[in-house]
């Protein structure tokens, strides 16, 4: 156990709906990040949130849309869905000054389209 | 532009056998961090080994030995006496320490490495 927890694992879903991952971090992190992993893009960056507020974004489709929570948990909600966007859901945790061991992932969801 | 660049789509190795896995990177940030991870067929992503650009030695951890070689941006990865739970996507990430607030991973493409009993 990575200490980083995504749920759900798995989650097929049909065309055009709306599904929200969820993401709880290492204790003691305050950045999260989402990271992509399709077969033909690989491992994409989305966006990075740290205690709470958004730091950065990557290739985030406008169809996507995440929040950190007071908590610190984060939820990656991904709307109208199409079959491209099937794909690994990475969730990874830091921090905040990244060093040796500074990103520690989360085991993924599994998002299936059809 | 910042890139990671692994050749090796896929690689064969022995068991107990020695295995270097490739790496090179593009960038223009003096400050960066070099990552190797493991991804088994369950899909999660294990940390193996990390490399500070400024880090006068070579990184190791235990198995796992990391080749940098600054002037010729590469970052090789050295897996010393393959286990057969080796078998695995292994990915090389970097990350700038320049880029503001962003601390995202740019990655490569993975190599696969089977482990041959």
């Known amino acids: 156990d990575s200490g980083v927890t995504q749920t759900p694992k798995h989650l097929i879903t049909a065309t055009g709906q709306r599904v929200t991952l969820r993401c709880s971090p290492r204790s003691g992190d305050l950045s999260v990040y989402w990271y992509q992993q399709s077969l033909d893009q690989g491992l994409q960056f989305l966006i990075q949130?740290?205690?709470?507020?958004?730091?950065a974004k990557g290739n985030i489709l406008e169809r996507f849309s995440a929040q950190q929570f007071p908590d610190l948990h984060s939820e990656l909600n991904l709307s109208s869905l199409e079959l491209g966007d099937s794909a690994l859901y990475f969730c990874?945790?830091?921090?905040?000054?990244?060093?040796?061991?500074?990103?520690?992932f989360g085991s993924g969801t599994r998002l299936t389209v059809v | 532009a910042q890139k990671i660049t692994q050749t090796q789509p896929g690689m064969f190795v022995q068991e107990k056998e020695a295995v270097t896995l490739d790496c090179t990177y593009d960038t223009s940030d003096p400050s960066y961090g070099l990552f190797w991870y493991k991804q088994p067929s369950s899909g999660e992503m294990i940390f193996l080994i990390y490399?500070?650009?400024?880090d006068q030695q070579n990184a190791t951890e235990g198995r796992y030995s990391l080749n940098f070689q600054k002037a010729r941006k590469s970052a090789n990865l050295v897996i010393s006496a393959s286990q057969l739970g080796d078998s695995a996507m292994y990915f090389c990430?970097?990350?700038?320490?320049?880029?503001?607030?962003?601390?995202?991973?740019?990655w490569g493409l993975g190599t696969s490495l089977a482990v041959n009993p």
């Open positions: 490399q500070g650009s400024y």
């Open positions: 990430a970097m990350r700038e320490d320049n880029a503001g607030n962003n601390r995202k991973l740019i």
């Open positions: 949130y740290y205690n709470g507020e958004e730091r």
């Open positions: 990874a945790s830091s921090p905040g000054g990244e060093g040796r061991n500074g990103y520690t």
